[in-house]
């Protein structure tokens, strides 16, 4: 199953809502996970079961869909979630990843 | 608390083999499955495949069989990957993770071991 996301990068200020898209190239029901990565850094989960927050994640990070289109959603962009996002499906084997949704300054 | 730690960078030749680890600690070892990822400088993730800790049962993502093997040494809660007949196109960070309670998400996953394949 691929993954495409939307877009591969973006510019935002602190504070702002910012909306990134992940497509499936077949369903997936809701087996599809969000990761934040910073530079050097491993990933860390932010949303699975697409749309349930892991604890300890700041409720500004949301997510939604099910299906083949998925959405995560940072309300109001803070200076540390500058980094890129990744999406990943756990429907089908192999398990697959996004290209990434970088977010910047 | 819960935590992969993986051993340190490698700095291989074409042809060569190179073994990475990954000990896990915070949790029953052989309750969770573990699995390998990869990511190429500059470049998103590729799955590699899984180990079930509790058989030790192996699972490869196609392209990744043969040069890469999954193993374990569950008495420190150790898991493996070794890969044979390096190419520089295995120059990655290559990361473990273990599957989340519900299956549906990896967490936590190891810091990353990069392994650069140069002559």
Redo the contacts between chains.
């Keep these: 199953i691929q993954l495409t996301q939307s877009p591969s990068s973006l510019s935002a200020s602190v504070g702002d809502r910012v909306t990134i898209t992940c497509r499936a190239s077949q369903g997936i029901s809701s ?1 599809l ?1 969000w ?1 934040q990565q910073k530079p050097g ?5 932010l949303i ?2 697409a749309s349930t927050l ?1 604890s300890g994640v700041p409720s500004r990070f949301s997510g939604s869909g099910s299906g083949t289109d998925f959405t995560l959603t940072i309300s109001s962009l803070q200076p540390e979630d500058f980094a890129t996002y ?1 999406c ?1 499906q ?1 429907n089908t ?8 949704t970088k977010v910047d300054i | 608390q819960v935590q992969l730690v993986q051993s340190g960078s490698e700095l291989k030749k074409p042809g060569a083999s190179v073994k990475v680890s990954c000990k896990a600690s915070g949790y029953s070892f052989t309750t969770y499955t573990l699995n390998w990822v990869r990511q190429a400088p500059g470049q998103g993730f590729e799955w590699l495949g899984w180990i079930n800790t509790n058989t030790g049962n192996p699972t490869y993502a196609q392209g990744f069989t043969g040069r890469f093997v999954f193993s374990l040494d569950t008495s420190v809660s150790t898991a493996y990957l070794q890969i044979t007949n390096l190419k520089p196109e295995d120059t990655a960070v290559y990361f473990c993770a273990r599957d989340s309670s519900g299956g549906n998400w990896f967490d936590p996953w190891g810091q990353g071991t990069l392994v650069s394949v140069s002559s």
């Excluded at chain 1, 850094?41 to 989960?45: D, E, H, L, R, S």
């Excluded at chain 1, 084997?93 to 990434?100: Q, S």
């Design positions: 087996y996970a990761y850094k491993a990933p860390k989960v699975y079961a892991q990744y990943q756990l084997l192999p398990l697959t990843f996004g290209p990434g």
